[in-house]
């Protein structure tokens, strides 16, 4: 990078140019007569209110190199982080964040100035653009931004009245599983998981959004299952309070439910991809379903706050996460689908399928994605409700 | 500092040295109660009163979240439930911990320091850890199970020992157990041995003596180590959610949810109210019986 900027002492300096510089080689070019006085004052005035409120601040001249960042454990991971700080002599710092709403509380208190990035899922992502904590997205600067699959560009969760808010990385719908040795024909509706002859052996996922994935199943459907009336929000309770007693475990992350199949405590559930994964290198007889009814899914993007300190170095981090380096480290640590055509393409074949990124098109439309539930706290109520009472 | 000095003449008490150096002794413990516990205490049960509209609190005062507490019998069946077990897993480690206790602090005398340790030892592995043990030797093809089907007591597994109320009350009491083990080792081991001499000598037997003499005299250990248990069972949600069956959730699920998964912190402060309210009663009665203050022993 240094030999780019050695000044040809033959050829007038623009300030763009100088302004790449360090001050004190500024300084001593100006000495040997290499700058003139006039691009000297130039350059101090281009610099001169960042020079002085760097001075002012005191920290400043280390937060351009630094990022703090809210967000779900392992999107930072050293493994493939470190690539980025190298190349980019900056630090990443990462607070993990325990929910959607951990993180949007964390932001407000800090309104959106606590910390510079955030991966929201896309039951947050309408929250913290209404409450204005995180700003648009400039695609311009995300050189890996046209790679991504048309259908993660801008997708309704984070595209909002023409503005893009967020870098779409990660994705996973949650399907249903079932033990094969078991259950010898295969389940075709999330009914399977109320159905009484496998009473003792169902698990499903201990969270209200999950309200939405039975909403599936009420007659007549919802037009929007994440948008839900208080007579169909009372269809759901129903089949939930239906369900309890056949219930064996609820279950709460991803590992624990690779358990429950590996352990042999269940039969039937609701799933992520990646526990699958887990379930079968643990030795159990698993297979995925998409039932009829559709399937819901997350996702993951990256948003700038709106009080972020250092915007470019924030286009920096994002395009490398949605480079191959970043991908393939999200793909590798936590086993979630990527976004990043050029890089699913090079995957091996049985990877790209497990994980259903073989053929997006398809099942994205198969895939009702989340959304901000805006009464979640009546969700919760009704969740708990029926799985507490 | 006059006024230090006026008061020690007046109280002919400690040198205003001592005086500051019992105020600098103090000072850090007090402020970090004040800044970190007491002033973030008020602030969340201020939110008790307020409500919340999607994404903003309002900072009206509202009775509404405590009507929404008792009209909805969600939330008074979770609290007694919760009281309920927190009251079933204090009085089964006070039956466990009362003889170990007592051995440990009466007839040990070679190698206590070591069974001490022994008794803290779970305390350093993660709690965490510590409760998915428990599905390891609870489970349906779990070490307890095969046993029993081993030993032909059973033909099948019983599913009843994992994800059950039984199977929380177990954890629970292996998890807390130390927390009612040492309070109740220090009340006996300070027992003079003079006093059990004396009720032998006026011819008390075993039970007498253990009822007139040793129990009266350990009650402080006694509450205090059910203050610790049942507190830490009635605020934990983790062994609910792990261990316990389908349903059994208590409390502090229900108000973790509230904040961290419905954004209703209001909701969830006011579901503090009436733990407190049973905290505080037990302190109460249990300043009555000497456990917090100089014990009387």
Not at chain 1, 77 to 92: Q, S, V
Not at chain 2, 64 to 88: Q, S
Not at chain 2, 107 to 128: A, N
Not at chain 2, 205 to 225: C, D, K
Request: charged share 15%; net charge negative.
């Amino acid at each position: 990078m240094q030999s780019d900027h050695t000044i040809d002492p033959f050829r007038t300096v623009s300030v763009d140019e100088l302004t790449q510089l360090d001050p004190a080689e500024v300084w001593s070019q100006y000495r040997s007569g290499r700058i003139s006085r006039r691009d000297l004052t130039k350059f101090f005035g281009a610099i001169g209110l960042a020079a002085m409120g760097s001075k002012l601040l005191g920290g400043q001249a280390l937060a351009a190199t630094e990022l703090n960042a809210i967000v779900w454990e392992g999107y930072t991971a050293e493994a493939f982080a470190k690539k980025w700080e190298d190349a980019n002599d900056a630090k990443i710092n990462s607070t993990f964040m325990a929910s959607s709403d951990d993180a949007f509380a964390q932001l407000q208190a800090g309104g959106g100035s606590n910390f510079d990035l955030v991966t929201a899922s896309n039951d947050l992502t309408q929250r913290l653009v209404d409450a204005k904590l995180v700003q648009e997205i400039d695609t311009s600067k995300l050189s890996n931004f046209p790679d991504l699959v048309e259908q993660f560009q801008k997708p309704p969760y984070i595209y909002f009245d023409d503005k893009l808010y967020g870098a779409n990385f990660a994705w996973g719908p949650t399907v249903l599983l079932y033990n094969t040795e078991t259950i010898t024909t295969a389940p075709t509706s999330w009914n399977a998981l109320l159905d009484e002859q496998y009473s003792g052996r169902i698990a499903t996922w201990n969270a209200p959004i999950q309200i939405a994935q039975y909403a599936l199943l009420l007659d007549p459907r919802p037009d929007d299952i994440y948008v839900l009336d208080d007579d169909q929000l009372a269809g759901v309770k129903d089949l939930l309070v239906k369900q309890r007693p056949l219930i064996r475990a609820y279950w709460n992350f991803g590992g624990e439910l690779a358990e429950l199949y590996v352990n042999g405590e269940i039969d039937i559930s609701d799933a992520w991809p990646y526990a699958t994964l887990q379930a079968q290198e643990g030795g159990a007889t698993v297979a995925e379903v998409w039932p009829e009814e559709g399937v819901t899914g997350w996702s993951d993007s990256w948003m700038i706050t709106s009080g972020a300190q250092n915007v470019d170095l924030c286009y920096s981090w994002i395009d490398f996460m949605l480079g191959p380096d970043g991908q393939m480290g999200v793909l590798e640590g936590n086993k979630y689908a990527i976004t990043n055509q050029k890089v699913i393409d090079s995957l091996p074949e049985d990877l790209r399928a497990s994980l259903y990124m073989d053929n997006i098109a398809e099942w994205y439309d198969k895939i009702l994605m989340w959304k901000n539930v805006p009464n979640m706290d009546k969700w919760l109520q009704v969740w708990q409700e029926a799985t507490a009472s | 500092m006059a006024t230090t000095v006026a008061e020690s003449k007046l109280t002919d008490q400690p040198q205003p040295g001592q005086m500051l150096r019992g105020i600098a002794l103090l000072a850090p413990p007090v402020v970090w109660m004040l800044v970190f516990y007491l002033i973030p205490l008020v602030i969340l049960l201020v939110y008790a009163f307020w409500s919340v509209d999607y994404l903003t609190v309002v900072r009206e005062l509202t009775l509404e979240n405590f009507k929404t507490i008792v009209t909805n019998d969600l939330y008074p069946r979770v609290i007694l439930r919760t009281i309920a077990i927190a009251a079933i897993v204090t009085s089964i480690d006070i039956a466990l911990a009362f003889p170990i206790a007592y051995f440990l602090a009466r007839k040990v005398t070679k190698h206590r320091e070591l069974l001490l340790m022994l008794v803290i030892f779970p305390l350093w592995s993660s709690y965490l850890v510590r409760a998915f043990a428990w599905r390891t030797i609870l489970g349906t093809n779990g070490i307890l199970n095969s046993f029993l089907q081993w030993a032909h007591i059973t033909d099948q597994p019983l599913t009843f020992l994992l994800f059950s109320k039984e199977a929380m009350v177990l954890t629970f009491s292996q998890v807390w157990l130390p927390f009612m083990i040492l309070p109740l080792y220090t009340v006996l081991d300070q027992l003079p041995k003079s006093l059990l001499e004396a009720a032998a000598d006026l011819g008390g037997n075993g039970w007498q003596t253990f009822r007139r003499v040793v129990l009266p005299l350990a009650l402080p250990g006694v509450v205090a180590g059910s203050l610790s248990v049942f507190s830490l069972t009635m605020g934990d949600y983790i062994t609910p959610t792990l261990i316990g069956g389908p349903g059994d959730q208590l409390i502090g699920k229900i108000i973790a949810d509230n904040f961290g998964t419905a954004n209703n912190w209001p909701l969830g402060a006011a579901l503090v109210f009436p733990l407190l309210l049973v905290i505080f009663t037990m302190l109460v009665v249990a300043n009555r019986f000497g456990a917090l203050g100089r014990s009387s022993v």
